[in-house]
């Protein structure tokens, strides 16, 4: 299993970014995907979760700001930003709870997908 994300790069403050994060492979079914982020220097931290059942659920500084949505047939996460700031700059990373073919189940993470806002 693969998690491919894409979609950061430098944005100025105040504006916005779509991330993109796509599982592949021997996935029998995902029962959620998700995005961190690490700041230099600091640990990484939940910034949104979303369900297989569409639930979601966001750290208190993407609320109003972010939104996470998926697209459960092509195994995709997505991340809307907006009203970008700088202390959003991070490498992100998704993620997803998820059942192999083989019945495993584990969370695979991506390779992460730089944010960089400018002030």
């Known amino acids: 299993v693969q998690l491919q994300a894409s979609g950061g790069g430098l944005v100025q403050a105040g504006g916005s970014l779509r991330l993109s994060c796509r599982a592949s492979?021997?996935?029998?079914?995902?029962?959620?995907m998700g995005w961190y982020r690490q700041a230099p220097g600091k640990t990484r931290d939940l910034v949104a979760i979303?369900?297989?059942?569409?639930?979601?659920y966001y750290d208190d500084s993407a609320k109003g700001r972010f939104t996470i949505s998926s697209d459960n047939a092509k195994n995709t996460v997505y991340l809307q930003t907006q009203s970008l700031k700088p202390e959003d700059t991070a490498v992100y990373y998704c993620?997803?709870?998820?059942?192999?073919?083989?019945?495993?189940?584990?969370?695979?993470w991506g390779q992460g997908t730089l944010v960089t806002v400018s002030s």
């Open positions: 492979g021997s996935i029998r079914s995902i029962y959620a």
């Open positions: 993620y997803a709870d998820l059942l192999t073919t083989y019945g495993t189940r584990y969370t695979e």
């Open positions: 979303i369900t297989s059942g569409g639930t979601t």
